[in-house]
DNA sequence: CTTAGGG
DNA sequence: CCCTAAG
């Protein structure tokens, strides 16, 4: 395994504001977040610089207040950065240049290191969904305070498999630690499991199969790490409230954070940008800047001599999800088949618009993928790049060399209950159906995409004797294909389906208060303009002035793999409704309020029951999870209530005057409808 | 893309 | 709500 020369930290997360563990739910449902360092040195001090790196891209971040959702985080800290001023006493000072183009900008990290004996923190073993990997959250929007990192690493069979680190904090607000979340967890999750780390490491990882394929580890001696570190923090002016942690993993490790609860689920949903429940969440630390960035990637690993083709070291993410995705219709189009389409057939979406990380290229020699899509990948990527080697030709050739790339974050449904083997399977499948041409090779020079596909790589900058070090290629969505909008449904319904039958239980979104929250915007709209309008927060551009931004630069494909094929292996049923999910996800039920009720009958009253898209238009152009399709069956279904006896009714009780309202409606327009076909038969005959 | 209907 | 034939 080739090691990287670079830090890649891929710090790019940020956890949602921790909520109180009280209103955890056992169940739980993972946040991921992935760290890749480059392995051989991830002690204290890549740490700092991790932390200073972070703090950098916040403190650039905020300074672009005003336009939060430019802010830039994408997290990648190049080793060149990162510059480790002094080292005296225990006390080391990291600075991190920025890593933005032309910035000068640079944070500055200071921390005294001791070590200490090997603490067992351990990791996370199981998960609720796929018990591969770790993972961990990402929560650092402060700067004031103390942050605390405890990095622990276990020695085991394992050498140097994992680290952890746990970050903390005392900053004023959080008052108790903030070592919560994901170490917190990690822990109980190892009473829980009565395991300790050997076996975590050790039984988990193999169990897994994770060693061999999954993880690729190498054998590097042992040189184990294990030291705490406390990072000062230079007071900055936001007062954020950090909290959280993360994993640090090896460069080969995969990790998957769980987050064993709902909620967290709700608030880590990095393309939600439905603001309903969130808004509702606790709000610890509102102002932080919100950063959801997990991405994925894999890249092409060097080629080893035989093919060992899981060493295509595939990374993904695994998102614990209940229901990866909700189509989305966009604005004012309620059309939505082309999504649908691509969702149905190939079960996968991504979003669109959103920064693809460069991840390497060099000019040492062409690294061979293996097979799969890695291979593919790097086929493909090199066929773009056009030449490569052979430059005994006349004329110059650029050589370059596509180490890996960073796609489209990817996530994954898949049951815990699915096999290792399924499991590879269903990532495989995701990642060639996103090779199967739903990505695009962008190609990024010092910095900036180069969209003229016209321009000679000369002109472009890229020429055999420049440094390459500037070139990048990046593996984005095909905007032809994938359709996906950049804010799908709110996550806490995207978890709900309807079939589940126990709703999150920190974000309310059951019937109740989602008509609560509808009621209340309704009213509001409805005074005064008379129409209904609004009854969807979805339309809200401000989710908290950060999501959409984040949303934007983030690059993630949403996979709901379905368990296919029987593993031999698999020793427990496969998930029930498996099957289902292999077709695009049903859509949230989303029972009609009174009060959409009442904007639909009067839409029909006056425009009819023939104009569903002008119905539409009148009445709930902004409830964008409204289609005239969804109106045309709701009046058909309110005709239909309206018929019958009020006993068999069912959900809210409309008003008897409503239900009235509509039979006459309904009357009236199919009584137009029928002259209007005398009418023109009439015409016709006389035509003829 | 819209409608209209059956499922 | 979904799916689709028709227009």
Redesign the pocket.
Known sequence: MVLQKRLDYGFNGYQVPVIPRASRSARGRSSVFRKKVDDNSMCAFDLLATVAGKLLQEKESSSDSTNASAVKCDGVILKENVKQEQQEDGLIVVKVESHEQGSSDETTVAAQIESQAYKYNALPAVHNEVGVGVSSNVDIANYGGRVVCTETANVNNMNELVKVVKMETDSPGYGESCESDVANRIGRQLEAKSLDIGKLVNGTARDMSITDDLMELDDKPPALISSDSSIEVPPCSDSHIPRGSFLAMRDDVKVVCRDDDENSSGCTQPSSKDTRYFRQAPRIGDRRIRKLLAYKYWKVAPKLKDAERSRADMKFILQNRRNGF??QRSQR??????R?VFG?RTGLTYGRGMSNEIISKSLEKVVDGDTGGAGAASRASSSVSGQKTSSQSRDSHVKLCIKSFRVPELFIEIPETATVGSLKRSVMEAVNAILGGGLHVGVVVKGNKVRDDTKTLLQTGISHNEELDNLGFTLEPNPAIAQPSMHPDHPARLMMP?ESPQPLTRYPNTPPSDADIYGASLYRHMTGTGNFMDSDHDSVPSLSDTSAGRITEDSRALVAVPPLSMDPLAMFPLHRKSRRSE??????????SVNEVEALVLAVEKLG????????IRAFDNAK??????L???W??LVHTARISPQQRRGEPVPQDLLDRVLSAHAHWTQQ?AKQQVRQQNETCLLL
Do not use: E, M
């Not at 996800?585 to 009609?592: H, K, V």
């Not at 999870?625 to 969804?630: A, P």
């Open positions: 909700t189509r189009n309620p059309s939505f088949k082309r649908k149905q309807a077709l695009a996800q049903r859509r949230i039920r989303r029972p009609f029951t023939g104009r569903w898209r002008d119905v539409k999870h409204r289609t005239y399709v969804d045309k069956d709701k058909k279904t409808q």
